[in-house]
């Protein structure tokens, strides 16, 4: 396998985990996305060590992972905003 397959192969799995997570929060469950962290750290450095060639199939891919990550947090923000306090209890 490529480090280019590898990439991609790391955005899907990605793009996989948000989704999941974002349909189980809407149904009510609590889940951990801990592991796209490591994810999406692999994948930037995966994406930096490529060539302009090799990036450019990657581009749309890491475009809708980024959009999907903004999405997953705009909703847990929308939903949960009220469980926000300052760091002096207000």
Request: glycine residues 8%; contains cysteine.
């Amino acid at each position: 396998m490529t480090d280019t397959e590898h990439v991609r192969e790391e955005l899907l799995k990605a793009v996989s985990l948000l989704s999941t997570a974002d349909y189980l929060t809407k149904k009510g469950r609590l889940v951990s996305i801990a592991a796209l962290g490591g994810m999406v750290a692999d994948i930037c450095r995966g994406f930096a060590e490529a060539g302009d060639e090799e990036r450019a199939p990657l581009e749309p891919l890491l475009r809708d992972l980024m959009k999907r990550v903004d999405a997953f947090g705009a909703e847990l923000e929308r939903r949960y905003a009220f469980l926000h306090t300052t760091a002096d209890g207000e």
